[in-house]
């Protein structure tokens, strides 16, 4: 058990190290947050071990419960230091957002405005909410999970339903192509 | 409309997209697939599809295949 939460603890403090940077964690607080997923993660893996079924290695499921412990940790200590307000809406980020440079303003300001539009009109309030929160204030996926009491999987999908409402609208605005994406 | 890349690619949805949820729950399976050098993509493509979409479970999975990685090397 030792060992396990050795190993736990290595990879909770390498995950913490890459993202923590990023979202402006450092420090003892960055160790704390390696060391509290650790920790819950041994406890999760011991609480639903019934639940391994030997499709991979037991090491590799118990890495991926470490992992996601990380990216709530990190999610919810968002809040902590920041005081992002959700419904501030930002739509100068949006350019840079999406790379539009600024010395071609004149090719995507009716693009834009045509975004805009759909945004306020397209959505559910509820859709308006997270894409206002992700695309427009940076607010990071499971940070705004934890924000709305929800979880990754919703959030995602509501916006993977927003992001479609706004193609189609724009496409039939000749923004866009219509098609959703089939990768290749 | 491929004059903005980047909304492009933001607004893009895929119908195969299986979402967080399934995705998390054979990530393990998907990435041990990925370590050895199987066709994860095309055995799991909706598991791709949302991989490739959703950033916190794409970073994830990065970080779970470089953990494998790193044990088996």
Redesign the interface.
């Known amino acids: 058990m030792a060992r396990l939460h050795g ?1 736990l603890l290595r ?1 909770a403090q ?2 913490c190290r ?2 923590g940077p990023r979202l402006r964690i450092t420090g003892p607080e960055l160790e704390d947050l390696a060391y509290q997923a650790a920790a819950d993660a041994l406890m999760a893996i011991i609480a639903k071990l019934g639940q391994f079924r030997g ?3 037991f ?3 118990a ?2 419960v470490v ?2 412990e ?2 709530t940790k990190i999610g919810r200590h968002f809040w902590r230091r920041r005081d992002v307000q959700l419904d501030a809406e930002d739509w100068d980020r949006l350019p840079g ?4 440079e600024p010395a071609q303003e004149s ?2 300001r009716d ?1 834009l405005a045509a ?1 805009h539009r759909a945004v306020d009109t397209e959505l559910t309030p509820r859709q308006r909410e997270v894409f206002v929160a992700l695309v427009l204030n940076g607010v ?3 940070a705004l999970a934890v924000r709305l009491g929800s ?3 919703a959030i ?2 509501m916006m ?1 339903d927003a ?2 409402k ?2 189609t609208a ?1 496409a039939a605005n000749g ?3 219509h098609h ?4 290749s | 409309m491929n004059g903005w890349p980047e909304l492009d690619r933001f607004l893009r949805t895929d119908p195969r997209d299986v979402g967080c949820a399934e995705a998390m729950e054979v990530l393990h399976v998907y990435v041990e697939l990925v370590a050895s050098g199987a066709p994860a993509e095309q055995q799991y493509p909706g598991i791709a599809a949302h991989l490739h979409a959703c950033g916190p479970c794409g970073e994830d999975f990065e970080a779970l295949l470089a953990a494998v990685r790193d044990t088996t090397d």
């Open positions: 190993i990879i390498r995950e890459r993202r499709e991979s290695r090491t590799t499921w890495y991926k992992i996601l990380v990216s957002r999406f790379g539009f090719e995507w693009l975004l990071p996926l499971d979880n990754r999987n995602y999908k993977f992001r479609r706004l193609r724009l923004y866009m192509d959703t994406s089939r990768r």
